[in-house]
């Protein structure tokens, strides 16, 4: 399927627009038979009138029960079976056992969060996320900036080197396929392919980006997410959760690229301190602590 056919289909404007069962996507396991079990219950419960509806009623409850721990063992197996094959699927299962031995495994729900400053409570989602985005992202506190008067910047290195289809590919394929996608709900594995389909128009946008010096609208935004802290006593309170920022997956191709760039530029002009050994190619602490064992012996 095409680029254009998949967003097409998830705007609602294609013709292979499909609708989705929100418990077909919420649950692990749930499938369509499962969703229809459960109507055909509720259903026959509110039609209940006389004893031999009751116990249609119950013999439905059976076998309800029965379809959905058939589909639970068989999702649970599967996983299990999944496990081997990959090398975070372990830990995956052993993340899962202690959530589960912890009772912490239900769906949490943002509560009632209290208002900074007064004795008021949020409830609605709209005021919910107004009170996240003042605990998290407050106002950004003025910085001094009389030190950088009179400073003498070191001169400007130009980078005339063009971007090549092997540099993109290699940064599109350096980050996991299936991450969280940003705002435009496309991951890794799509930009993959977007990447080896139409491999002149990514160059051309990337390169029309560094020659001009910008970055474009779409690729400033970011779909911020919240996460509960573990162990906190009060989730009413908005410093009780974490925040996430999921970027564009298509501009953190760019960024890679303007990021590899500028390290092979810093390094080749030795504008970074040899002793400096963090966010360095072929360097980490058994680096540093070589040096360090090295000049003891010299004194």
């Known amino acids: 399927m095409t680029l254009k056919a998949t967003?097409?289909?998830?705007?609602?404007?294609?013709?292979?627009?499909?609708?989705?069962?929100?418990?077909d996507q919420s649950l692990a396991g749930w499938t369509k038979e499962c969703t229809e079990i459960v109507k055909s219950v509720r259903r026959m419960r509110r039609n209940c009138r006389t004893v031999s509806d009751w116990v249609e009623y119950i013999r439905a409850c059976d076998r309800k029960g029965k379809i959905i721990r058939k589909q639970k063992r068989s999702e649970y197996r599967e996983a299990m079976q999944n496990v081997e094959q990959s090398s975070k699927?372990?830990?995956r299962t052993a993340k899962w056992a202690r959530n589960a031995a912890a009772g912490t495994l239900t769906q949490a729900t943002i509560p009632p969060l209290a208002?900074?400053?007064?004795?008021?409570?949020?409830?609605?989602?709209?005021?919910?996320?107004?009170?996240?985005?003042?605990?998290?992202?407050?106002?950004?506190?003025?910085?001094?900036?009389?030190?950088?008067?009179?400073?003498?910047?070191s001169p400007s290195m130009e980078d005339g080197a063009p971007l090549t289809h092997r540099e993109i590919r290699r940064a599109a394929y350096k980050a996991a396929?299936?991450?969280?996608?940003?705002?435009?709900?496309?991951?890794?594995?799509?930009?993959?392919?977007?990447?080896?389909?139409?491999?002149?128009?990514?160059?051309s946008l990337f390169e029309r980006c560094l020659q001009e010096g910008i970055q474009l609208t779409q690729f400033k935004g970011a779909a911020?997410?919240?996460?509960?802290?573990?162990?906190?006593?009060?989730?009413s309170?908005?410093?009780?959760?974490?925040?996430?920022?999921?970027?564009?997956?298509?501009?953190?191709?760019?960024?890679?690229?303007i990021s590899e760039r500028l390290r092979n530029a810093v390094e080749a002009c030795g504008s970074i301190s040899d002793t400096q050994m963090g966010a360095r190619k072929h360097r980490s602490t058994d680096t540093a602590l070589q040096l360090i064992t090295e000049k003891i012996h010299t004194v």
């Open 7 to 23: 967003t097409e289909r998830k705007l609602g404007e294609g013709p292979e627009e499909q609708e989705f069962d929100l418990l």
């Open 224 to 235: 911020t997410i919240v996460m509960r802290k573990p162990g906190k006593k009060d989730y």
């Open 115 to 153: 208002k900074p400053g007064c004795s008021d409570v949020a409830t609605t989602a709209q005021d919910k996320a107004e009170v996240m985005f003042q605990a998290h992202f407050p106002p950004p506190p003025e910085v001094p900036m009389l030190d950088t008067e009179g400073f003498e910047y």
């Open 89 to 91: 699927g372990l830990f």
């Open 237 to 257: 309170n908005a410093k009780a959760y974490r925040s996430i920022a999921l970027l564009d997956t298509l501009s953190k191709i760019l960024k890679s690229i």
């Open 177 to 203: 396929p299936d991450k969280a996608p940003g705002h435009t709900g496309y991951t890794n594995r799509i930009m993959r392919k977007l990447v080896d389909g139409a491999p002149e128009q990514i160059r």
